[in-house]
T-cell receptor, first 111, second 113 residues
């Protein structure tokens, strides 16, 4: 079935640094791709999505481009803030309306 | 408009006990999905309910069961609790069409001792 793989390990960086979190996918066809964010003690919030190849999703300064040639959907932000500290999950439909998630990456932004 | 709500927020149970978690979907949504998120892991799909029927199920044992009510709210029941059932249980609601965006609740943190 469809699945996503996220880079291993937490990400620690200083405020105003550039953030990249890698996500690659395996899928039948070209499903929509999502990034979800989970702030401490909270549920998941949809951060951005892309519905077809070459689409760029963007929200709150974050961007991700759906690249079918590399089967990737990397998340980027040019200048992170302390408030961006959270866990980020890459996801795609795993069949019908279920979602398949990656393991997540904890991002810690240091002032 | 209230989003997805879940109750209780936290719960502590003993091995072998049974637990019921509750979810109210976002207004207008008719489909509810449940996910289990173990510490440090991504959410894993448990099952999905639509029109009061279980529409699809993930790789979870029969100890996990659910129900959807006519008002689209849902319950997740877990019997014979194991220590490994300790996790954050997330409810997500959506419209029934394929590819519809899922909206998540804040979750219920279950601790089994």
């Amino acid at each position: 079935g469809n699945s996503v793989t996220q880079m291993e390990g937490p990400v620690t960086l200083s405020e105003e640094a550039f953030l990249t979190i890698n996500c690659t996918y395996t899928a039948t066809g070209y499903p929509s791709l999502f990034w979800y964010v989970q702030y401490p003690g909270e549920g998941l919030q949809l951060l951005l999505k892309a519905t077809k190849a070459d689409d760029k999703g963007s929200n709150k300064g974050f961007e991700a481009t759906y690249r079918k040639e590399t089967t990737s959907f990397h998340l980027e932000k040019g200048s992170v803030q302390v408030s961006d500290s959270a866990v980020y999950f890459c996801a795609l439909p795993g069949g019908n309306n279920r979602l398949a998630f990656g393991k997540g990456n904890q991002v810690v932004v240091i002032p | 408009d209230a989003g997805v709500t879940q109750s209780p927020t936290h719960l502590i149970k003993t091995r072998g006990q049974q637990v019921t978690l509750r979810c109210s979907p976002k207004s207008g949504h008719d489909t509810v999905s449940w996910y289990q998120q173990a510490l440090g892991q991504g959410p894993q799909f448990i099952f999905q309910y639509y029109e009061e029927e279980e529409r699809q199920r993930g790789n979870f044992p029969d100890r996990f069961s659910g129900h959807q009510f006519p008002n689209y709210s849902s319950e997740l029941n877990v019997n014979a609790l194991l220590l490994g059932d300790s996790a954050l249980y997330l409810c997500a609601s959506s419209f029934s069409r394929v590819g519809a965006e899922q909206y998540f609740g804040p979750g219920t943190r279950l601790t089994v001792t």
